[in-house]
C-alpha cells in the first residue's frame, strides 16, 4: 500500500478529507473552515475560484442568526445588548460590550460585522445604554 500525502493517495487518488468534506456539504450545506482549497476543488462542482469563494462566503457563523433576524426587519432597528446576545448562540463576547470598535461597519474579515452588513445595516452602539441602533446601509444616521 502506497504511503498517504497531506492531498491524498501516492496513486494519484482524492485527498482523504473530500470525502469528509463532501458529507459535510451534504449535512450542512456549509463548507467546514479546516478544509484547504485544493481539498474543496476535488470535490464535484467546485472547481473554479469564482465557485470556491462562493463556497468560502456561504460558512456558517454564529452570526448568522443576527445576519437573519436583520433581514427580516425594515428600517432603523435598536435593540439591547442582552437582547442581542439571545439572537447569537452563546452570546456576544464580552468585547461587544466594552469596545464600539467590536461594532464598526464595514469589516468583512471579521464575521459579526459581516452579518448585520450582508443584512443591509450599519450598527452604531451606545454602549453607556447598553444598546445599538442599526440602520440600512443605504442611509446615513441623523
Known amino acids: 500500500m502506497g504511503a498517504t500525502t497531506q492531498h491524498g493517495a501516492a496513486g494519484g487518488g482524492p485527498p482523504p478529507c473530500t470525502a469528509r ?3 459535510l456539504l451534504r449535512a450542512h450545506r456549509r463548507t467546514p473552515v479546516s478544509h484547504c482549497d485544493r481539498c474543496l476543488r476535488s470535490m464535484s462542482g467546485f472547481g473554479t475560484d469564482d465557485e470556491l469563494h462562493r463556497l468560502r462566503e456561504d460558512r456558517m457563523s ?3 442568526a443576527l445576519r437573519d ?3 427580516q426587519r425594515s428600517g432603523d432597528v435598536t435593540y439591547r445588548l ?3 446576545a439571545d439572537l447569537v448562540p ?4 464580552p468585547s461587544a460590550y466594552r469596545h464600539p470598535a467590536w461594532w464598526a461597519n464595514g469589516d468583512r474579515s471579521h464575521l459579526h460585522s459581516r452579518s448585520w452588513g450582508d443584512a443591509g445595516y450599519t450598527a452604531h452602539p451606545d454602549l453607556a445604554r447598553g444598546v445599538v441602533r442599526f440602520i ?3 442611509r446615513r444616521p441623523l
Open 62 to 64: 454564529k452570526y448568522d
Open 90 to 93: 452563546g452570546g456576544l463576547p
Open 21 to 23: 468534506a463532501a458529507q
Open 69 to 71: 433576524h436583520l433581514r
Open 136 to 138: 440600512p446601509a443605504s
Open 82 to 84: 442582552d437582547d442581542l
